[in-house]
């Protein structure tokens, strides 16, 4: 037992302890280092997929790709055409506008707005803002400002089919305006759906994120914390005693020591960090007991065989 004691006291007086600084350092690495190991931050990655469709990304993709071409062609026939109409109507019924083209312009636009835009919109809005079942009434009348819409949509291109008002013409005429409608609802399922994904995988991500920051504010805490401070502590005590005067002896003891003498070597710096701790606390509040500034987390070893051998705190050069 003398013995042993005789080496511990050998171990303290050659190996140097740390300084305020380098181990306020490795206090801060060993607590990144906690959180490290605790968990990986989650990232919008791995919640991106949580829910998975019936059929892979890249046929939900393409099936959009094809509505978005089919909606421009329809929209794109009843474009002119509508747009043609409200145009020439408005300069015909404004005579007094007949010189202000502009107006007849910007009429056209609105009308072309008003018919095959409002199809879609009346459509996307019945789904995002009427979306319970105490606004189905609601989810209902959106029908209506839908319906107005097609109505323009197939008058604006009837006025301009009249004049070739075939079997191609009343196909031309009819066609454009139903496929606008069909895509929209298309769109409405399609579209909406991802959102809708997208949007619970982000509430999920943050969520996520909030728990994972609450967990890891105390590093101290975390389970993982003493592992990494006595890490943290060990290979600051081996790289501080690595140079200088005297490291060769220091390096040839440090490569013999057990781990129960790393140990005593952290339980030192602990020690020291906890005595600092609590002459700070002495000079800001007199009044507390000393024993109140521990360092949490510290390892729980038998005292010193003879503390009054342990060297003084190291001040930073």
């Not at 747009?83 to 109507?89: D, I, K, L, S």
């Not at 009837?158 to 069909?182: C, H, N, Q, R």
Request: proline fraction near 5%.
């Amino acid at each position: 037992m003398q013995q042993k004691n005789e080496r511990v006291q050998e171990v303290l007086s050659q190996i140097n302890a740390l300084t305020e600084s380098q181990r306020a350092g490795a206090l801060r690495a060993a607590e990144e280092e906690a959180v490290k190991q605790f968990a990986s931050p989650p990232t919008f990655e791995d919640f991106k997929h949580g829910q998975v469709s019936r059929y892979p990304a890249a046929v939900r993709r393409t099936v959009a790709v094809m509505m978005i071409i089919v909606l421009l062609a329809a929209g794109n026939v009843s474009m002119f055409r509508v747009f043609t109409a409200g145009r020439n109507h408005f300069l015909v019924s404004h005579t007094a506008f007949a010189n202000e083209s502009w107006q007849a312009t910007l009429v056209g636009i609105s009308l072309f707005i008003m018919a095959e835009i409002m199809v879609v919109v009346s459509v996307m809005a019945r789904a995002v803002l009427f979306d319970t079942d105490t606004h189905s009434r609601w989810r209902n009348v959106m029908w209506i400002p839908a319906i107005m819409g097609g109505v323009v949509a197939v008058l604006g291109n009837w006025k301009m089919s009249t004049s070739a008002l075939d079997t191609w013409g009343i196909i031309e005429t009819f066609v454009p305006p139903i496929a606008v409608l069909f895509m929209a609802l298309i769109g409405e399922r399609l579209v909406l759906a991802t959102v809708e994904r997208h949007h619970a995988a982000k509430m999920a991500f943050d969520e996520a994120v909030h728990r994972y920051q609450k967990e890891v504010s105390d590093p101290q805490r975390l389970p993982t914390y003493a592992m990494a401070k006595f890490g943290s502590l060990k290979d600051a005590i081996r790289t501080e005693n690595l140079t200088g005067p005297g490291r060769t002896k220091r390096k040839r003891i440090m490569a013999n020591l057990t781990s129960h003498e790393w140990l005593i070597l952290v339980q030192r710096e602990l020690q020291m960090q906890a005595d600092l701790e609590g002459m700070i606390m002495n000079v800001v509040n007199p009044t507390m007991p000393p024993t109140a500034a521990k360092t949490r987390g510290a390892f729980l070893l038998p005292p010193l065989s003879n503390p009054q051998q342990q060297p003084a705190n190291r001040q930073d050069s």
